[in-house]
């Protein structure tokens, strides 16, 4: 199956940035959506923000909106997630999963994730 791997991640200070990559291994991510979903402690997986195969499309969950920005790189086999203004509650662990199309199902394996603490 696809594997992707989540890189970028660290420890920051309330309002400070970060830039995930997510990269392919052994396929070409040209084809796919990409999403980044995050997992806090004791709380389920949610989606955070999808990009289509071409770029042309984009979603955020509403949380995240103005503050995060998805973009790819396919000469480079990359996405990221460049995250603005970060708060506390932006703490988990981020992870990336291919899709067929932004809504459908995951094509990909779930990685290692990255993780993202911010916290003063």
């Known amino acids: 199956q696809l594997q992707l791997v989540e890189s970028g991640g660290g420890l920051v200070q309330p ?11 052994g396929f070409t991510l040209d084809y796919y959506a990409i999403g980044w979903f995050r997992q ?6 949610e989606g955070v923000s999808c990009i289509s195969g071409k ?8 949380s ?7 973009s790819r790189d396919n000469a480079k086999n990359t996405v990221y997630l460049q995250m603005n203004s970060l708060k506390p509650e932006d703490t988990a662990v981020y992870y990336c999963a291919a899709h067929f199309y932004c809504s459908g199902p995951r094509a990909s394996n779930w990685g290692q994730g990255t993780q993202v603490t911010v916290s003063s």
């Not at 770029?55 to 509403?62: E, K, L």
């Open 40 to 45: 806090a402690p004791g709380k389920e997986r």
């Open 15 to 25: 309002g400070g940035s970060l830039r995930l990559s997510c990269a392919a291994s």
């Open 55 to 62: 770029g042309g499309s984009t979603n955020y969950v509403d």
């Open 64 to 70: 995240v909106k103005g503050r995060f920005t998805i």
